[in-house]
């Protein structure tokens, strides 16, 4: 399952299942704690990774992953964000937080490249390479709340 925090842009949910391999996922803006728990009996991941990391995702993930399994923290939408403290005692869950890229890139050039991972469903927008272009690519992907950019691409060549 996935949550798309603007019911304006569920893309997102439909771009990380593609990305994943995975089918598009049913899309909603809200789900009750109680869902999420119903949800992950049949789901019960290992890790979970917020790539969002406001309250809401980071509260999902954690009601979504297995008993003693990890949540990874790689968004910083929230500068604070309160957990669930009760929660991840008792379910022995890891919170971990990633802020580091490095040593990175080779892994993820050879995911791409062996296509076990599809990352054309992320790039939403492209544009040429001139001052015009790329200011409007700048803004189109500030404004992604309207425009429903999730990856904007210049094309140098």
């Known amino acids: 399952f996935a ?5 304006e842009t569920p893309a997102t949910a439909s771009a990380a299942a593609a ?4 089918e598009p996922p049913n899309v ?12 992950s009996a049949l789901i019960s ?17 954690i009601r979504a992953v297995k008993p003693g399994g990890k949540v990874v923290l790689v968004g910083m939408g929230s500068a604070d964000i309160k957990v669930p403290a009760q929660l991840i005692t008792c379910k022995e869950i890891d919170l971990l937080g990633s802020f580091r ?4 890139y080779p892994l993820c050039l050879s995911l791409i490249a062996s296509k076990r991972v599809n990352v054309k469903a992320l790039i939403t927008h492209r ?11 700048f803004n189109t992907a500030a404004s992604s709340d309207k425009t429903g950019a999730i990856k904007v691409m210049f094309n140098l060549g």
Do not use: R, W
């Open 101 to 104: 890229y490095a040593n990175t």
């Open 3 to 7: 949550t798309a925090l603007n019911p």
């Open 19 to 22: 990305v994943a391999g995975t």
């Open 45 to 61: 991941p290992d890790i979970v990774i917020d790539c969002v990391g406001v309250q809401q995702t980071l509260e999902a993930a």
């Open 127 to 137: 544009f040429k390479f001139t001052a015009d272009d790329v200011a409007e690519g």
């Open 28 to 39: 909603t803006t809200e789900l009750s704690g109680h869902e999420i728990t119903a949800m």
